[in-house]
């Protein structure tokens, strides 16, 4: 993949090239009175990228300053910049992240573990598949927001209960995949296994479970999301912290630049998030083949 | 009604034959794949067995890989057995070496798994992931996993079907010198008539599941495609296979015949 943007980066700057050159010819009485390295200058690919962002930038700052954008639909950019710094500096946006980022991860490792075990014993047994596969197809169709509801009743509004929505939401990605990918292991290598005289625990130890690690990834990657897209929901029941709490009390306060914070946070956690999952797959996958040639 | 005797490699004495089928049966519903077949391969015997698609071949590697049972009839095969397919079918996820020993239970895997891979030329390649082997090594890498395990019999099931023709030559004079040095047993499914008569001491050509025909090989070894004699065995297998070759017209201009097939020979190391 990364060989295919470096070709199209490639060609798109010979196309600059000639470009300007054509430019040069056409305004040679012009150019000749510039300097030599101001003729030859070339703004870097990742500069000028930055240019339209900024340019839209701007005009939404503008906008805001002139009463186009009022307050309460979206704070300005300067604002925004202004209220972040301000959280980072009293400590209030770290409190607000380890809460959340706490949470999450217990949720997550609850419901991993869960799909994980799951998996493993409806893919590796017939009788397991027959015993938990169909209710776990059921239960994966509800949508965990449904569920608030009757966790609140059930389990009352305290830190159980959040942990429990995030808990539902994790597991199904894993578990699904994680399923497939052990059923979709390729036959041939199971028959030359046996071939090889492997017994039942060292087939599944060299074979199936190696073999269905790229599935459960996918799905590790699905509930990372799942885990923090459930915070936003669950964060609204009872709780004095998190960022899901951040974005409702700003809600309530019509606070436009908290909102848009707690929007970045997301999406720079993503990112941090895929990050991870890629240098996990680095080390656990290093034998496939896009990681072996690069 | 059927039996499939797995005998242990130290109860075989030499005189007995590793691998000795009687009366065997295997249908699919109303098919019967194999048909009552007799066959005993001798000690370090080196068979190939021919035949056009669907007559059975691979059914009969399969039974005798234990991959496959059947359904009447007697099948004596030794424990020690290994096989090799088309394709290498190596574990992606582990290295050559690894891959080599994977369910061989021996305390000093490591060193077995260096010495089976210099034996096949890879001893450069034992940390080597699957995926960046060629086709040829990869084959090879199959060849030493399969030989590691000292088998009395090896199944070689159309191994070099998907190799080039230049690795497919490298790979038959490997086979033969491994075949000399390990002496076990060999069963060789293949399309390739010339490769049959190249390596085996026995050709069987199937048909309809049962043995239509077997010939004794016994032309001298380092064997080629211009040898004496090569050309008839040649001609009858192909006859018996179905495809009707150019016999008469050859005779007659013999030895302008003799001049081309001398240059595009086919050789066998041995």
Redesign the interface.
């Known amino acids: 993949m990364s060989d295919k943007i470096f070709e199209t980066r490639g060609t798109s700057s010979s196309f600059f090239v000639e470009k300007t050159v054509r430019l040069n010819a056409a305004r040679q009485g012009a150019s000749r009175l510039a300097p030599d390295w101001l003729r030859h200058w070339r703004t870097p690919e990742a500069l000028l990228r930055l240019i339209s962002p900024l340019v839209l930038l701007l005009l939404w700052e503008l906008a805001s300053r002139w009463g186009l954008i009022p307050p309460r639909v979206i704070a300005a950019p300067s604002q925004i910049g202004g209220t972040l710094w301000a959280m980072i500096v009293s400590g209030e946006l770290g409190r607000h992240l380890l809460v959340s980022l706490q949470r999450a991860l217990v949720g997550l490792s609850i419901g991993v573990t869960i799909g994980v075990i799951a998996a493993l014993i409806s893919g590796l047994s017939k009788r397991g598949e027959v015993v938990l596969d169909s209710p776990m197809q059921m239960l994966r169709t509800i949508p965990s927001l449904a569920l608030v509801p009757l966790f609140i009743l059930w389990f009352g509004i305290g830190e159980f209960t959040k942990i429990a929505l995030i808990v539902i939401g994790t597991t199904f990605p894993v578990y699904l995949n994680l399923f497939a990918g052990i059923r979709n292991i390729d036959p041939?290598?199971i028959?030359?296994?046996?071939?090889?005289?492997?017994s039942r625990r060292?087939l599944i130890w060299?074979?199936i479970l190696?073999?269905s690690?790229p599935s459960f990834f996918v799905g590790l990657r699905y509930s990372l999301g799942i885990s923090w897209l459930a915070l936003v929901f669950v964060e609204q029941i009872n709780t004095t912290a998190g960022i899901g709490y951040l974005a409702s009390d700003a809600r309530d306060f019509m606070r436009t630049d908290v909102i848009v914070i707690c929007l970045l946070i997301y999406s720079v956690l993503g990112l941090l998030i895929d990050g991870l999952i890629r240098t996990l797959e680095r080390f656990a996958?290093?034998?496939?083949?896009t990681f072996?040639?690069n | 009604m059927s039996s499939i005797d797995l005998v242990e490699a130290s109860k075989t004495t030499d005189a007995v034959a590793p691998v000795q089928l009687r009366n065997v049966v295997r249908q699919f519903g109303q098919q019967r794949v194999i048909d009552g077949l007799d066959l005993d391969i001798a000690p370090g015997e080196f068979v190939a067995l021919l035949g056009a698609s669907g007559s059975g071949k691979t059914t009969l590697l399969r039974s005798l890989?234990?991959?496959d049972s059947i359904d009447s009839g007697q099948l004596r095969v030794p424990r020690a057995?290994?096989?090799v397919?088309q394709?290498p079918?190596?574990?992606?996820?582990?290295r050559a070496w690894k891959n080599v020993i994977?369910?061989?239970r021996v305390p000093d895997a490591k060193t077995r798994a260096v010495e089976a891979l210099t034996e096949v030329g890879l001893a450069h390649r034992l940390e080597a992931?699957?995926?960046?082997l060629s086709g040829g090594e990869a084959q090879r890498v199959a060849l030493a996993?399969g030989l590691v395990?000292e088998p009395k019999l090896l199944l070689l099931d159309e191994p070099f079907a998907a190799l080039d023709a230049l690795t497919r030559i490298r790979m038959h004079r490997l086979i033969i010198d491994l075949w000399r040095k390990h002496t076990p047993a060999v069963l060789l499914v293949t399309h390739d008539v010339d490769e049959a008569i190249l390596l085996a001491d026995r050709v069987i050509v199937l048909a309809n599941g049962k043995i239509a025909e077997q010939l004794t090989i016994d032309l001298p070894r380092a064997r080629d495609t211009g040898q004496e004699g090569f050309q008839n065995i040649r001609a009858r297998l192909l006859k018996l296979l179905g495809v009707e070759t150019l016999e008469p017209a050859a005779q007659a201009n013999g030895a302008a015949r003799q001049a081309t097939a001398s240059s595009v020979r086919r050789f066998a190391h041995g």
């Not at chain 1, 996958?285 to 083949?289: G, I, S």
């Not at chain 2, 992931?129 to 960046?132: C, D, E, I, S, V």
Request: net charge positive.
């Open positions: 041939k290598l028959e030359a296994a046996n071939t090889l005289g492997l060292e060299h074979v190696p073999g690690l996958l290093a034998w496939r083949p072996v040639r | 890989a234990g991959l057995r290994a096989a397919f394709e079918r190596l574990m992606p996820w582990k994977l369910g061989l992931y699957p995926a960046t996993r395990r």
